[in-house]
């Protein structure tokens, strides 16, 4: 299958490399071409336009910061949409807003052109292991065409409904995790300040209805251990809770908790956090409480 892959940060390029294992044909493009070295070591085309990918695919994969830039890319001067032929398949992997993808999918329809959204769920360690969760909005026989690229990528894989309703889903996803992930700092703040042997107080939480993947699996890879220079940095959490109190706000729902997740993203970026895991937002709380909320690692 002739594929063709635009965006490669530390997200696209691992999924892109997985494509690539996969055995497709991959031609590929970013505004760093030096982001593309390994996988054209691999055996990836690069190309030097978007409308240069789109003329040599005929399904062509987004990976890009925000709406935005996946507007550019598809709708610009030199886009997919200006290389692309009747019948060819764009599947934007980014986070997105639902009603600007669903403008963008409109005006490609118009030149034959499908596209679905399917954002992902699972950080780099997922998109490197190619077990990533993809939520997939658009057409079904669009989505079935789409499964064998997607299934190189990502382990979970379900079709949520129309064109944006992926997106739509991804943002209700990461804003209840950053919610989740905001209580659970105040939480395990408490038990700090008690002075609690903090490594019980995890196990206990993990075995009762405070239990999560965050609790579980992201705390102690991350924030537990003091390690906030990896993973999902907030500047990208800010953006995605961004859109999904937009998209609440589009929809006349109310989103309290939401909001005040937001709202201390904004605190974090404000104190220069912003390039940080999400589990920085320990950080405030052990400033102001001066305590320290680590679980030491075995070797500790």
């Keep these: 299958m002739k594929l063709g892959f635009i965006g490669l940060g ?4 691992a999924m892109a490399a997985n494509v690539l294992k996969a055995g497709h044909e991959l031609t590929v493009y970013d505004v760093r071409k030096s982001a593309a070295e390994e996988l054209m070591a691999s055996g990836a085309r690069w190309a030097d336009s978007p409308r240069a990918v789109a003329q040599a695919s005929d399904i062509v994969l987004l990976s890009l910061p925000g709406p935005v830039e996946v507007e550019k890319v598809v709708l610009g001067e030199d886009g997919i949409l200006a290389g692309a032929k009747k019948g060819d398949l764009v599947i934007d992997l980014s986070s997105n807003s639902p009603t600007v993808l669903q403008r963008i999918a409109a005006v490609a329809r118009e030149k034959g052109v499908e596209v679905i959204d399917a954002p992902v769920s699972g950080g780099p360690w997922g998109a490197k292991a190619g077990t990533l969760t993809m939520m997939v909005g658009g057409d079904e026989k669009a989505f079935e065409r789409s499964l064998p690229v997607l299934q190189a990528m990502g382990k979970s894989i379900v079709h949520v409904g129309d064109v944006g309703m992926g997106n739509a889903a991804k943002l209700i996803h990461s804003m209840m995790a950053q919610i ?3 209580g659970l ?20 939480l993990g ?4 239990a999560s993947n965050i609790l579980i699996e992201k705390y102690p890879q991350y924030g537990l251990k003091g390690n906030f220079e990896a993973g999902f940095r907030v500047d990208l959490s800010f953006k995605d809770i961004n859109l999904a109190t937009t998209l609440g706000k589009e929809m006349g729902v109310p989103l309290y908790y939401g909001n005040l997740a937001l709202q201390k993203l904004v605190e974090l970026r404000a104190r220069g956090h912003g390039d940080k895991d999400v589990t920085a937002c320990l950080l405030p709380i052990e400033e102001m409480l001066k305590v320290k909320i680590r679980v030491p690692g075995p070797e500790e």
Aim: glycine share 20%; no cysteine.
């Design 10 to 13: 530390n997200m696209g390029s």
């Design 207 to 210: 075995k009762g209805g405070a």
């Design 185 to 204: 700092a105040e939480g395990m703040a408490l038990g700090a300040k008690l002075g609690m042997d903090m490594k019980k107080l995890t196990a206990v």
């Design 180 to 182: 989740i992930m905001q």
